[in-house]
C-alpha cells in the first residue's frame, strides 16, 4: 500500500486563467517540478551494488510501460508520439520551430507541461484523482507543431497515423472520458468497454472460485451471436500459447462455464514488455547480495514469464527474509487504486537506498510495535497472534516506474503472506523532502496564526505519521479465516464482537481476500484505518520521544499532525465526482472520513467554515481546537477506528459499506454544506509537483548517474534518454499492442451494453 502525502504534497497554485470546469483538465503552466536528489546515497553504493540497482531500474521502466496499457486505449499511442517527436528534437530547439507556427510562449509551455504529464502519470490521467488532462493549447495549433516537426517530416505516414488515431482523444471531454471508472462512469483498460460493475463482479466470484488472483488479470467481454457472454480472463505474462512444462499455470489455461457465462483464461498481456522485464531482472540476478534475493528474483522472473501470482507471493517471501539491504527494490502488479474494481494492480517497480539515520528512528519504533499495538482500541483476539517484526527503513529513490510516485509504502499487499510471513515498511526520503517544500503564500485554508507553525513542522509530524500509518496501520489487525479444511485461525466459541457483544457472525473463507469481499472500498477503507492509526497514536509521548521530540515541541507536532488531516479532509473534495456521487482516490476519500467523523465529535473540535477571500473570491477556514485535541478528538477516533478494525476482521461488508460510505457521503447539509464548498475548492485547488527521476545508464563496466534540471522540459529529456538502446522498437510494441486490442473499446463514448 503507497501512502500519498495528506494534504496534496505535490502542490503549488493552479494559473488563475480560465473557467473553472476546464481547470481541473489541465496542468497549469506554472506547475511545480522537482527532481528527485539520490546523488549521494548513489556514491555510497559499490559498483557491485552499482549494477544490481542499474538493472532492476531497467526492469522498473520497461515494466512501467505497461501502465499505459492499463489506463486508457489511446495513451500508448499518445506516447510513442511524444516520444518520436522529442526524439528528433530536443524541446528547446522544437520551442523554435512552434514559435515560427504560431504557437506563444505561454502555448508551447502548455505543450510542454501536458508532455511532462504524460511521462509523470504514464498516461493521460492523472495518478492521483483519475482525471483526464489535456493540452491546454488550441488543437490545431498543437497539429501544427507535431505535423511540421522534425519527426514527422523524418516519418511523415507514421506522425501523421498517430496524430489521427490519438488526436481527438488526446482533447477530448466527453462526459464518460473525464474520469476513470467502469461502464458509464468512465473510461479503463482493465475491462473491455463493454464492461459493467456487475460484469466486474460475476468475474471476480468465477475467479475466487478457481483461487486464482485478479491482480496481473484484465478483463475482455464479448456478446457473441447466441446473446451470451464470453469472458476472457488474460494473465501478464510473457508465454502465451507455447506448450509449457509448468503445470501451476498450464492447468488454469481453458474454458469454463460458470454461472451461465463462458469463461477463457488465456495468458500473454504485455509479453514483449515482460520479456525486457524478465531480462534485466536475470542481470541482476548476478550482482545480488545475497541468497534472499537471487531466490527472490528467480521467482519474480517466473512469474512474469508464466503469470503466476502464486510464484510473485514466492517471490515476495524472500524479499521480507532479505532484511536491511543496501539497495532495496519492489516490482509487479502490486497497488489495486486505479481498478474501479479495486482488484486489479497496477505495475509499479521501484529501486532505493538505504537512508541510515532515519532509519534508526524507524527501528526504534519497530522494537516498540509490540507495546504499541496493545494501545490500539480493540481487544486482542482482534489482532495478529504474534507481530511479525518487519523492516522498516528510510530510502532514497532512484527509480520509482509507474504512474506516480508515494511517500511511504507497506507490502505485499497479498493477505495470507501479510498475516502470517509479515511485510515491509519503507519511508521515501527523498520524495519526502520535495514534498515537505511549502510557500506560505501557497497555503490555503489555513488561519494565518496556523500558517508559520504548519510549515515548521510539517516535515517532522509527516514523518512521524508516515511511520504510523505504514508499520501500525497497516501492519496491524487479523482478519478470521475459515480455511477450506473448515479450521478458523481464531476460537469462534470465546471471541465476542465489542460492537455487539455476541459471538462472531462473518469471517473470511477460503480463497476470500480483503480485496475480493470489500472490492470498491477496500483501498480508501484500508486507507482511512492507517490514518486514524497515526493520529491515534501520535498522541503517544513514547513516539514522539522516538522521533526526538518532547514537550511543547511534540505537542506542536501532534496539533500540525491532526491540523494536516483536517485540512486534507477539506482538500479531498476535489477529488470528489457530484454527478457520478463516487470519489477517485482512496486516500482522500479516507481523508475526508477522518474530517467527517471529527467534525461529529462537536463540542469545537473542529471547524469548517466558508470566508471571503483577500481577492474577493470565495474561500473557507478549517480551525482545530488544540486543547480539545485529548479530550474529544481522542475518543471520538477511538469508537471510529474499533467499528472500522472490528468489521474488517470479521468481514462484515454490509456493515463495513454502511459505516464508511455513510462518512464519504458528500451532501450540502448544513452546517458545512461540503457540495458547495467543493467549488472553493476547486477554485483555489493546487496541482501535485511532477517530479524528475535521474536515468542509470552502463558505461563499461561503470553505471553512471544521469541527473536532469527541474522543469517540464528537464522531465521530458529524462524520457527521451530513457530508453537509448531501444526505444522506436518499444513504441511500435505499444502500438501493437494497443491496437490488438482496439476493438474493444471502439466508440468510447458509447455507454455499455449486454449486462452480464
Known sequence: MGEPEAGSEFAIGAAAAGPMADTQYILPNDIGVSSLDCREAFRLLSPTERLYAHHLSRAAWYGGLAVLLQTSPEAPYIYALLSRIFRAQDPDELRQHALAEGLTEEEYQAFLVYAAGVYSNMGNYKSFGDTKFVPNLPKEKLERVILGSKAAQQHMEEVRGLWQTCGELMFSLESRLRHLGLGKEGITTYFSGNCTIEDAKLAQDFLDSQNLSAYNTRLFKEVRQDGKPHYEVRLASVLSTEPTLDSEMASKLKSYEYQGSHFRVTRGDYAPILQKVVEHLEKAKTYAANSHQEQMLAQYIESFTQGSIEAHKRGSRFWI??????????????????????????????????????????????????????????????????????????????????????????????????????????????????????????????????????????????????????????????????????????????????????????????????????????????????????????????????????????????????????????????????????????????????????????????????????????????????????????????????????????????????????????????????????????????????????????????????????????????????FPEDGPKLEEILIQLATADARFWKGPSEAPSGQA
Open 321 to 722: 527474509q532479505d532484511k536491511g539491504p543496501i539497495v532495496e527494490s519492489y516490482i509487479g502488479f502490486i497497488e489495486s487504486y486505479r481498478d474501479p474494481f479495486g482488484s486489479r494492480g497496477e505495475f509499479e517497480g521501484f529501486v532505493a537506498m538505504v537512508n541510515k539515520a532515519m532509519s534508526a528512528k524507524f527501528e526504534w519504533l519497530v522494537a516498540s510495535a509490540e507495546q504499541l499495538l496493545k494501545e490500539l482500541p480493540w481487544p486482542p483476539a482482534f489482532e495478529k497472534d504474534k507481530f511479525l517484526t518487519p523492516d522498516f527503513t528510510s530510502l532514497d529513490v532512484l527509480t520509482f516506474a509507474g504512474s506516480g510516485i508515494p511517500a511511504g509504502i507497506n507490502i505485499p499487499n497479498y493477505d495470507d503472506l501479510r498475516q502470517t510471513e509479515g511485510f515491509k515498511n519503507v519511508s521515501l526520503g527523498n520524495v519526502l523532502a520535495v514534498a515537505y517544500a511549502t510557500q506560505r503564500e501557497k497555503l490555503t485554508f489555513l488561519e494565518e496564526d496556523d500558517k508559520d507553525l504548519y510549515i515548521r513542522w510539517k516535515g517532522p509530524s509527516f514523518d512521524v505519521q508516515v511511520g504510523l500509518h505504514e508499520l501500525l496501520g497497516h501492519g496491524s489487525g487479523k482478519l478470521f479465516v475459515q480455511d477450506e479444511k473448515g479450521a478458523f485461525n481464531f476460537d469462534p466459541e470465546t471471541v465476542i464482537n465489542p460492537e455487539t457483544g455476541e459471538q462472531i457472525q462473518s469471517w473470511y473463507r477460503s480463497g476470500e481476500t480483503w480485496d475480493s469481499k470489500f472490492s470498491t472500498i477496500a483501498s480508501s477503507y484500508e486507507e482511512c484505518r492507517a490514518e486514524s492509526v497515526g493520529l491515534y497514536l501520535c498522541l503517544n509521548p513514547q513516539v514522539l520521544e522516538i522521533f526526538g521530540f518532547e514537550g511543547a515541541d511534540a505537542e506542536d507536532v501532534v496539533y500540525v499532525n491532526w491540523l494536516n488531516m483536517v485540512r486534507a479532509g477539506l482538500l479531498a473534495l476535489e477529488f470528489y465526482t457530484p454527478e457520478a456521487s463516487s470519489w477517485r482516490q482512496a486516500h482522500m476519500q479516507a481523508r475526508f472520513v477522518i474530517l467527517r467523523v471529527l467534525l461529529e465529535a462537536g463540542e469545537g473540535l473542529v471547524t469548517v467554515t466558508p470566508t471571503t477571500g483577500s481577492d474577493g473570491r470565495p474561500d473557507a477556514r478549517v480551525r482545530l481546537d488544540r486543547n480539545k485535541i485529548r479530550s474529544v478528538g481522542k475518543p471520538a477516533l477511538e469508537r471510529f477506528l474499533r467499528r472500522l478494525q472490528v468489521l474488517k476482521s470479521t468481514g462484515d461488508v454490509a456493515g463495513g459499506r454502511a459505516l464508511y460510505e455513510g462518512y464519504a457521503a458528500v451532501t450540502d447539509a448544513p452546517p458545512e454544506c461540503f457540495l458547495s464548498l467543493r467549488d472553493t475548492v476547486l477554485l483555489r485547488k493546487e496541482a501535485r509537483k511532477l517530479i524528475v527521476q535521474p536515468n542509470t545508464r552502463l558505461e563499461g563496466s561503470e553505471v553512471q548517474l544521469l541527473e536532469y534540471e527541474a522543469s517540464a522540459a528537464g522531465l521530458i529529456r529524462s524520457f527521451s534518454e530513457r
